[in-house]
């Protein structure tokens, strides 16, 4: 997109500038969203100035945004507007923003996920500390985590005390990808068959990472 110019998104940031909306971001390397205002955009750089964030994130946070895109999102009519940006500088407490690409959505939701019936879905395969890679099967994925089932023994003993894993998923023969996963809730279960129950948070993902599972995961929830 090398312009602002579909006259619905337009009228959506005029709206939010004129209203001082608060719109919500999530930082590539954070997990919480923190608040801002769009103070004012440019139609031919399609570039948005933001003001300061609330509450405020790190140098590590701001120097990600550089270079791992993001989303903010703001509300607008019964719908809301999802922004794919880039930083592109920064000075003070103001923020300018490329943005890569939109969407109108009814759903909140950050990413869109798809599901999978059980052991039908990409393998995903995680490596402990000192021990063999464990394998399971992804239940619902988006782009910023996962649900993962692991049948077999329960592995609570081998991630406790880990905050984080180094995983590799394989979607088929020829398309895998590699990343680090955040450890969020872990938890064994004996219905309807003995498993641990995993749930990963993808914090930071390359560019291409992102992109490459954003479509795989747009032509699924597509079809």
């Known amino acids: 997109m090398s312009e602002l110019s579909n006259p619905a998104l337009i009228g959506a940031l ?6 001082h909306k608060s719109v919500r971001i999530v930082p590539p390397a954070g997990e919480n969203s923190v608040a801002s205002t769009i103070l004012g955009f440019d139609y031919y750089e399609s570039t948005l100035l933001l003001d300061n964030f609330a509450p405020q994130i790190s140098r590590s946070d701001t120097e990600s945004m550089k270079h791992c895109a993001f989303w903010l999102q703001l509300p607008h ?9 880039l ?6 407490e103001l923020y300018t923003l490329k943005i890569l690409s939109y969407e109108f959505t009814s759903n909140r939701r950050w990413y869109p996920r798809i599901h999978f019936d059980p052991r039908r879905g990409p393998i995903l395969s995680l490596t402990p500390p000192h021990a063999l890679p464990v394998d399971g099967w992804i239940k619902n994925l988006s782009v910023r ?3 993962v089932e692991i049948y077999g023994e329960d592995i609570r003993e081998q991630l406790a005390g880990q905050a984080r894993c180094d995983c590799r998923i394989k979607f088929n023969e020829l398309f895998t990808v590699d990343c680090t996963a955040a450890i969020r ?5 004996r219905s309807p ?3 641990s129950s995993l749930r990963l948070v993808f914090p930071q993902l390359s560019p291409v990472v992102f992109r490459q599972l954003e479509n ?8």
């Open 14 to 19: 005029i709206d939010a500038q004129r209203r």
């Open 77 to 85: 009519q019964d719908h809301f507007l999802t922004l794919y940006c």
């Open 87 to 92: 930083l592109e500088s920064h000075l003070y």
């Open 145 to 147: 985590g996962a649900q």
């Open 185 to 189: 809730q872990l938890a064994f279960k």
């Open 193 to 195: 068959a003995c498993h």
């Open 216 to 223: 795989f995961i747009e032509a699924l929830h597509v079809n």
